[in-house]
């Protein structure tokens, strides 16, 4: 199974990027699926999850700005980031928990990140 993120870039403060993630390989099923951030020097952070049902969760620094959604017939999630700040600069991580047959559980698998860079 492998996650595979693209999007990211440089943006100039107040613009927009789409970040995608699609899920690969033998996959029986996929749970929530989640966008992740990390600085140098600091934790990796929850930015937003989807679950399977398409409940979203999202940290309050991007809530009205970012949007989670996904395409489970693509084994995809999207995240729409609008209104971007400098501090929302980081390398851009997704995941999702997956189950590759009905008789296990779901594990955990990440995305290689994207790098998001948000300056003038």
């Known amino acids: 199974v492998q996650l595979q993120a693209f999007g990211g870039g440089l943006v100039q403060p107040g613009g927009s990027l789409r970040l995608s993630c699609t899920a690969s390989g033998s996959i029986f099923s996929i749970n929530a699926m989640g966008w992740y951030r990390q600085v140098p020097g600091k934790q990796r952070e929850l930015v937003a999850a989807i679950t399977s049902g398409s409940s979203t969760n999202y940290a309050d620094s991007v809530k009205g700005r970012f949007t989670i959604s996904r395409d489970n017939a693509k084994n995809t999630v999207y995240l729409q980031m609008n209104s971007l700040k400098p501090e929302d600069t980081a390398v851009y991580y997704c995941?999702?928990?997956?189950?590759?047959?009905?008789?296990?559980?779901?594990?955990?698998?990440w995305g290689q990140g994207t790098l998001v860079t948000v300056s003038s």
């Open positions: 995941n999702a928990g997956i189950k590759i047959s009905a008789r296990v559980r779901y594990d955990t698998y």
